[in-house]
Protein backbone atom coordinates (compact mmCIF):
# COMPACT_ATOMS: atom_id res chain seq x y z
CA UNK A 1 0.00 0.00 0.00
CA UNK A 2 2.87 2.34 0.69
CA UNK A 3 5.88 2.91 -1.87
CA UNK A 4 9.67 4.15 -1.67
CA UNK A 5 10.67 5.65 1.13
CA UNK A 6 8.53 9.06 1.39
CA UNK A 7 6.22 10.43 4.02
CA UNK A 8 3.51 7.63 4.53
CA UNK A 9 0.81 9.24 2.67
CA UNK A 10 -2.58 7.85 4.18
CA UNK A 11 -4.53 5.34 1.73
CA UNK A 12 -7.33 7.61 0.73
CA UNK A 13 -5.51 10.87 -0.22
CA UNK A 14 -3.88 8.38 -3.11
CA UNK A 15 -6.11 6.80 -4.54
CA UNK A 16 -10.04 6.66 -4.61
CA UNK A 17 -11.50 3.50 -2.31
CA UNK A 18 -14.64 3.77 -3.70
CA UNK A 19 -13.58 3.44 -7.03
CA UNK A 20 -11.13 0.07 -6.35
CA UNK A 21 -13.15 -1.37 -3.65
CA UNK A 22 -16.20 -1.38 -6.29
CA UNK A 23 -14.37 -3.01 -9.30
CA UNK A 24 -12.16 -5.10 -6.61
CA UNK A 25 -15.98 -6.75 -5.67
CA UNK A 26 -16.66 -7.16 -9.08
CA UNK A 27 -14.09 -9.12 -10.40
CA UNK A 28 -14.60 -11.04 -7.43
CA UNK A 29 -18.05 -11.89 -8.14
CA UNK A 30 -17.27 -12.55 -11.88
CA UNK A 31 -14.34 -14.97 -10.79
CA UNK A 32 -16.83 -16.59 -8.98
CA UNK A 33 -19.34 -17.06 -11.44
CA UNK A 34 -17.34 -18.30 -14.42
CA UNK A 35 -14.01 -20.65 -12.55
CA UNK A 36 -15.99 -23.35 -13.19
CA UNK A 37 -17.74 -22.76 -16.46
CA UNK A 38 -15.90 -23.74 -19.19
CA UNK A 39 -18.80 -23.07 -21.32
CA UNK A 40 -18.52 -19.47 -20.97
CA UNK A 41 -16.62 -17.44 -23.62
CA UNK A 42 -14.80 -14.22 -23.14
CA UNK A 43 -17.36 -12.06 -24.94
CA UNK A 44 -20.37 -13.90 -22.81
CA UNK A 45 -17.89 -12.86 -19.48
CA UNK A 46 -17.60 -9.12 -20.71
CA UNK A 47 -21.94 -8.93 -21.33
CA UNK A 48 -22.56 -10.49 -18.13
CA UNK A 49 -20.08 -8.44 -16.62
CA UNK A 50 -21.98 -5.27 -18.18
CA UNK A 51 -25.95 -6.39 -17.32
CA UNK A 52 -24.50 -7.48 -12.91
CA UNK A 53 -22.54 -4.97 -12.85
CA UNK A 54 -24.87 -2.89 -11.36
CA UNK A 55 -26.98 -5.11 -9.05
CA UNK A 56 -23.49 -6.06 -7.96
CA UNK A 57 -22.79 -2.37 -6.67
CA UNK A 58 -26.09 -2.29 -5.23
CA UNK A 59 -25.67 -5.07 -3.33
CA UNK A 60 -22.52 -4.18 -2.04
CA UNK A 61 -23.94 -0.57 -1.16
CA UNK A 62 -26.88 -2.42 1.11
CA UNK A 63 -24.34 -3.93 2.76
CA UNK A 64 -22.47 -1.07 3.64
CA UNK A 65 -25.50 1.07 4.24
CA UNK A 66 -26.63 -2.20 6.93
CA UNK A 67 -23.43 -1.71 8.42
CA UNK A 68 -22.80 1.63 8.99
CA UNK A 69 -26.56 2.16 10.51
CA UNK A 70 -26.71 3.17 13.71
CA UNK A 71 -27.33 1.08 16.80
CA UNK A 72 -31.09 1.22 17.86
CA UNK A 73 -31.22 2.80 21.65
CA UNK A 74 -33.03 1.84 24.74
CA UNK A 75 -36.32 3.59 23.44
CA UNK A 76 -38.05 3.08 19.97
CA UNK A 77 -38.91 6.29 19.98
CA UNK A 78 -37.39 10.35 20.19
CA UNK A 79 -37.07 11.35 23.91
CA UNK A 80 -38.29 14.83 24.04
CA UNK A 81 -37.28 16.71 27.27
CA UNK A 82 -38.54 20.18 28.42
CA UNK A 83 -35.49 21.19 29.94
CA UNK A 84 -36.86 24.38 31.95
CA UNK A 85 -35.28 24.78 35.91
CA UNK A 86 -32.81 21.68 34.54
CA UNK A 87 -28.50 22.23 36.04
CA UNK A 88 -26.99 22.43 32.85
CA UNK A 89 -24.47 20.07 33.47
CA UNK A 90 -26.53 16.94 34.89
CA UNK A 91 -29.25 17.15 32.21
CA UNK A 92 -26.10 17.61 29.71
CA UNK A 93 -24.64 14.35 31.09
CA UNK A 94 -28.03 12.62 30.82
CA UNK A 95 -28.57 13.38 26.91
CA UNK A 96 -25.46 12.65 26.01
CA UNK A 97 -25.20 9.17 27.62
CA UNK A 98 -28.34 8.55 25.62
CA UNK A 99 -27.20 9.79 22.40
CA UNK A 100 -23.95 7.45 22.64
CA UNK A 101 -26.72 4.82 23.69
CA UNK A 102 -28.24 5.51 20.21
CA UNK A 103 -31.36 7.10 21.17
CA UNK A 104 -33.10 10.30 19.30
CA UNK A 105 -33.06 13.29 21.85
CA UNK A 106 -34.98 16.63 21.57
CA UNK A 107 -34.41 19.19 23.99
CA UNK A 108 -36.60 22.48 24.10
CA UNK A 109 -36.30 25.85 26.42
CA UNK A 110 -32.78 25.87 26.43
CA UNK A 111 -33.24 29.48 27.88
CA UNK A 112 -34.56 28.04 30.82
CA UNK A 113 -32.03 25.68 31.89
CA UNK A 114 -30.20 27.19 35.46
CA UNK A 115 -26.88 27.41 36.13
CA UNK A 116 -25.54 26.57 39.62
CA UNK A 117 -24.02 30.20 40.88
CA UNK A 118 -24.52 33.83 40.85
CA UNK A 119 -25.28 35.44 37.90
CA UNK A 120 -22.49 37.79 37.79
CA UNK A 121 -20.29 34.88 38.88
CA UNK A 122 -21.18 32.97 35.59
CA UNK A 123 -20.72 36.01 33.55
CA UNK A 124 -17.15 36.70 34.85
CA UNK A 125 -16.43 32.77 33.86
CA UNK A 126 -18.01 33.26 30.23
CA UNK A 127 -16.22 36.54 29.55
CA UNK A 128 -13.09 34.79 30.42
CA UNK A 129 -13.96 32.21 27.89
CA UNK A 130 -14.80 34.58 25.45
CA UNK A 131 -11.09 35.99 25.26
CA UNK A 132 -9.74 32.96 24.94
CA UNK A 133 -8.80 33.15 20.56
CA UNK A 134 -5.83 32.04 18.31
CA UNK A 135 -3.68 35.17 17.85
CA UNK A 136 -2.93 33.70 14.26
CA UNK A 137 -6.19 33.88 12.79
CA UNK A 138 -9.13 33.85 15.15
CA UNK A 139 -11.10 32.16 12.44
CA UNK A 140 -9.83 28.82 13.15
CA UNK A 141 -11.36 29.04 17.14
CA UNK A 142 -12.26 28.66 19.80
CA UNK A 143 -15.55 29.88 18.41
CA UNK A 144 -17.85 31.22 21.05
CA UNK A 145 -21.43 30.75 20.67
CA UNK A 146 -24.28 33.14 22.30
CA UNK A 147 -26.86 31.20 21.62
CA UNK A 148 -28.47 28.93 24.13
CA UNK A 149 -28.96 26.00 22.33
CA UNK A 150 -25.62 25.81 21.34
CA UNK A 151 -24.46 26.49 24.58
CA UNK A 152 -26.13 23.56 25.93
CA UNK A 153 -25.13 21.62 23.07
CA UNK A 154 -21.08 22.77 23.25
CA UNK A 155 -21.51 21.08 26.57
CA UNK A 156 -23.32 17.85 25.12
CA UNK A 157 -20.25 17.49 22.97
CA UNK A 158 -17.74 18.31 25.77
CA UNK A 159 -18.66 15.10 27.19
CA UNK A 160 -18.62 12.45 24.27
CA UNK A 161 -15.84 11.73 21.94
CA UNK A 162 -16.91 14.53 18.90
CA UNK A 163 -14.04 13.86 17.15
CA UNK A 164 -14.90 10.25 16.34
CA UNK A 165 -17.33 8.87 14.08
CA UNK A 166 -19.50 7.39 17.11
CA UNK A 167 -19.38 11.18 18.54
CA UNK A 168 -20.12 12.88 15.50
CA UNK A 169 -23.23 10.59 14.72
CA UNK A 170 -24.25 10.69 18.03
CA UNK A 171 -24.52 14.36 18.34
CA UNK A 172 -26.26 14.02 14.76
CA UNK A 173 -29.25 12.20 17.37
CA UNK A 174 -29.65 15.22 19.59
CA UNK A 175 -31.33 18.54 18.83
CA UNK A 176 -32.15 21.33 21.09
CA UNK A 177 -34.19 24.47 20.99
CA UNK A 178 -35.20 28.20 23.25
CA UNK A 179 -39.10 27.65 22.76
CA UNK A 180 -40.82 24.97 21.40
CA UNK A 181 -41.26 24.61 18.12
CA UNK A 182 -44.84 24.01 16.11
CA UNK A 183 -44.54 20.86 14.81
CA UNK A 184 -43.76 19.95 18.59
CA UNK A 185 -46.13 21.60 20.51
CA UNK A 186 -48.51 18.22 20.74
CA UNK A 187 -45.79 16.04 21.69
CA UNK A 188 -45.39 14.89 25.34
CA UNK A 189 -42.01 15.99 27.34
CA UNK A 190 -40.31 14.65 30.06
CA UNK A 191 -38.21 15.56 32.66
CA UNK A 192 -35.31 14.46 34.36
CA UNK A 193 -35.77 14.23 38.23
CA UNK A 194 -31.93 13.64 38.66
CA UNK A 195 -30.75 16.75 37.23
CA UNK A 196 -33.90 19.51 37.88
CA UNK A 197 -32.44 22.31 40.08
CA UNK A 198 -35.68 21.72 43.53
CA UNK A 199 -33.81 18.38 43.48
CA UNK A 200 -30.52 18.82 43.05
CA UNK A 201 -29.22 22.54 44.14
CA UNK A 202 -29.37 23.15 48.06
CA UNK A 203 -32.22 25.59 49.25
CA UNK A 204 -31.13 29.06 49.42
CA UNK A 205 -27.82 28.50 46.59
CA UNK A 206 -27.84 31.15 44.08
CA UNK A 207 -28.31 30.17 40.58
CA UNK A 208 -28.83 31.99 37.10
CA UNK A 209 -30.44 30.97 33.79
CA UNK A 210 -28.68 30.61 30.47
CA UNK A 211 -31.01 32.75 28.42
CA UNK A 212 -30.14 35.56 30.76
CA UNK A 213 -26.67 34.82 30.39
CA UNK A 214 -26.98 34.28 26.81
CA UNK A 215 -28.34 37.92 26.68
CA UNK A 216 -25.70 39.86 28.72
CA UNK A 217 -23.08 38.32 26.13
CA UNK A 218 -24.46 38.81 22.90
CA UNK A 219 -27.55 36.69 22.06
CA UNK A 220 -30.07 39.30 20.16
CA UNK A 221 -33.30 37.08 19.85
CA UNK A 222 -34.33 36.86 23.56
CA UNK A 223 -37.46 39.10 22.80
CA UNK A 224 -38.56 37.26 19.68
CA UNK A 225 -38.70 33.49 21.71
CA UNK A 226 -40.58 35.71 24.65
CA UNK A 227 -43.06 37.15 21.90
CA UNK A 228 -43.59 33.61 20.49
CA UNK A 229 -43.87 31.75 24.28
CA UNK A 230 -46.92 34.10 24.72
CA UNK A 231 -48.36 33.92 21.21
CA UNK A 232 -47.52 30.02 21.90
CA UNK A 233 -49.17 29.54 25.47
CA UNK A 234 -52.47 31.62 23.96
CA UNK A 235 -53.12 29.22 21.71
CA UNK A 236 -52.96 26.36 23.66
CA UNK A 237 -55.03 27.85 26.15
CA UNK A 238 -58.14 28.59 23.47
CA UNK A 239 -57.14 24.72 22.01
CA UNK A 240 -57.30 23.34 25.90
CA UNK A 241 -61.04 25.69 26.21
CA UNK A 242 -62.09 24.14 22.96
CA UNK A 243 -60.93 20.63 24.24
CA UNK A 244 -62.95 20.78 27.65
CA UNK A 245 -66.45 22.56 25.91
CA UNK A 246 -66.15 19.36 23.47
CA UNK A 247 -65.58 16.62 26.18
CA UNK A 248 -68.44 18.78 28.04
CA UNK A 249 -71.04 17.91 25.31
CA UNK A 250 -70.06 14.46 24.50
CA UNK A 251 -70.61 13.69 28.07
CA UNK A 252 -73.88 14.81 27.82
CA UNK A 253 -74.63 13.21 24.67
CA UNK A 254 -73.48 10.03 26.44
CA UNK A 255 -76.06 10.34 28.99
CA UNK A 256 -78.70 10.81 26.66
CA UNK A 257 -78.13 8.13 24.31
CA UNK A 258 -77.21 5.67 27.15
CA UNK A 259 -80.60 4.33 28.50
CA UNK A 260 -81.83 4.06 24.55
CA UNK A 261 -78.57 1.55 23.20
CA UNK A 262 -78.61 -0.45 26.55
CA UNK A 263 -81.11 -2.90 25.44
CA UNK A 264 -79.14 -3.80 21.96
CA UNK A 265 -75.64 -3.74 24.52
CA UNK A 266 -77.22 -6.19 26.50
CA UNK A 267 -77.99 -8.61 23.22
CA UNK A 268 -74.38 -8.06 22.72
CA UNK A 269 -72.67 -8.78 26.03
CA UNK A 270 -75.34 -12.14 25.57
CA UNK A 271 -73.77 -13.21 22.61
CA UNK A 272 -70.31 -13.02 24.02
CA UNK A 273 -69.47 -9.74 22.09
CA UNK A 274 -67.73 -6.82 24.68
CA UNK A 275 -68.92 -3.23 24.85
CA UNK A 276 -67.31 -0.43 26.25
CA UNK A 277 -69.14 1.65 28.57
CA UNK A 278 -69.83 4.97 27.85
CA UNK A 279 -68.15 7.91 29.41
Known sequence: MFTGYGPRVSYHKRCKPRGIVKRAIVDIFLHDTFLHDSTVS????KDFAGIHQHSTLLLFRRVLTAKMAPKHGLFNKRIYIDAKDHLLGKLASYVSKAILEGNKVVVFNCDKINIAGSFYRNKI?????????CNVNPARGPFHHRAPRCIFRRTVRGM????????????????????????????????????????????????????????EVGWKYQHVVKDYEARRLEREAKRAQRLKIRHKLTREANKKVKKVIEPYNQVLRESGYYVPALV
Open 160 to 215: IPHKTTRGQQALRRMKAYEDIPARYTSQKTMVVPLAMRMLSLQRGRKYCDVGRLSH
Open 42 to 45: HHQT
Open 125 to 133: KYLSFLRKR
